[in-house]
């Protein structure tokens, strides 16, 4: 099989797998496993075409470089955890929005995006996201214990 079309496929591959929008960036991390020595170039360069091919389709994110999933979804929309930035799929819609719009408007179309925190970073324990932005206080447990505990 041709280079070239070796890129492609493990481009779509890639995308098709990952079940979620993902950058330029992390399409490379994961394509390079099929094709050694894939640069970022050719990466952008595949995506493009296969978005012209009507393959792909990007999704633009405010003040966030495009991401690629799958063309021909049906109506979806994204969520972004804020942690590690990665962006999933939400296949649920409020639905019909028209009743937001000023009077006289007409809504023909809608984007939502859920910012939060995914299940993986959830399960993160809250001193592992965040520094503290103080000195800690109140930190050390009574060392004769068996007291009441502090209700969180
Ligand atoms: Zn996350
Ligand atoms: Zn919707």
């Given at each position: 099989m041709e280079r070239n079309t070796r890129q492609r496929i493990a481009i779509r591959n890639v995308i098709a797998q990952a079940e979620r929008p993902l950058l330029p960036q992390e399409v490379l991390s994961a394509a390079q496993q099929a094709v050694p020595g894939l640069g970022i170039t050719t990466v952008y360069r595949n995506l493009k075409a296969l978005v012209d091919e009507g393959e792909l389709q990007a999704v633009n994110l405010p003040g966030e470089n495009p991401r690629f999933e799958l063309a021909g979804h049906e109506h979806h929309h994204h969520f972004q955890c804020r942690h590690c930035e990665r962006v999933f799929d939400v296949h649920a819609c409020p639905g019909d929005m028209s009743g937001l719009a000023p009077q006289g408007f007409t809504v023909e179309n809608h984007d939502l995006t859920l910012y939060g925190r995914c299940k993986d970073c959830a399960a993160l324990a809250p001193r592992a996201l965040k520094r503290p932005a103080t000195t800690q206080q109140h930190a050390k447990p009574k060392?004769?214990?068996?007291t009441h505990r502090h209700r969180s």
């Open positions: 060392a004769h214990g068996h």
